[in-house]
Structure formats: C-alpha cells, structure tokens
C-alpha cells in the first residue's frame, strides 16, 4: 500500500471508530509530515512526532545546531488529527496535546494538508 493509500485507510478506519493499525499510522504519520514539508516550506520549524519521524519546515531563520528555538512536538494521533482536519490547531494547544514553542511554531496557517475528498492538500 501506497503512503497516500495509508492515509486514506487510517482517516477511513478513525472515521468508523476502528482502532488503526500502527503500520499504517506510521506509514501516514510519513506521508503527512511530507505533505506539511511541502506545505510549509523552510527550514525554521521543527515538527516531531515520536517515533515516527521529524520535519523541518516554515520560513524563516535557519535552524543549524542544537536545539531549534520553534520546536512542536505531539504523539502520532494528534498529529493525524491536525493533519486531516479532524482536530483544530487551537483545541490541540488548549487541552496539552500538542507541545509548540517559539514564535514560529504555531502550525495553524498550514493545516490540514489533506482532504478526505480528494487526498490532497485543501
């Protein structure tokens, strides 16, 4: 299965209420990092989502050593969640789910990156 196609069956089983598969969550986790990459393009972000993988992304000052001062962090639900749409940038922050700091690291502006419609960025 296709990256895309996990994304399309994760957001398919979250809708039903099945509990996904954590093969797909990976692979989905991937695609949508990929898809914010492309989204927010740069290098001053940094988005982490544990185990699965990290980003850097948005414009602004280049990160080069040590800890980036625009950090966001969050487990990998949360993080499909935010990225189909199904969860607002603002909720997430409120009730703990997603860790942002810096001035750059709110993520709003560029999410989600994909539609259920289409599978594509909206």
Do not use: I
């Amino acid at each position: 299965m296709t990256p895309s196609g996990a994304v399309s069956v994760l957001v398919r089983d979250l809708d039903a209420g099945r509990v996904p598969d954590a093969a797909r969550v990976r692979d989905a986790v991937r695609e949508l990092l990929v898809r914010l990459r492309r989204r927010a393009p740069g290098r001053s972000v940094e988005v982490r989502v544990p185990p699965y993988g990290a980003v850097q992304c948005v414009e602004g000052p280049r990160h080069k050593r040590g800890t980036p001062p625009n950090v966001v962090e969050t487990d990998p639900m949360t993080f499909v969640l935010l990225a189909t749409g199904r969860l607002a940038w603002e909720d997430a922050a409120r009730d703990g789910r997603v860790a942002a700091s810096g001035t750059r690291a709110d993520l709003s502006p560029y999410l989600p990156v994909w539609t259920a419609e289409a599978g594509t960025p909206p």
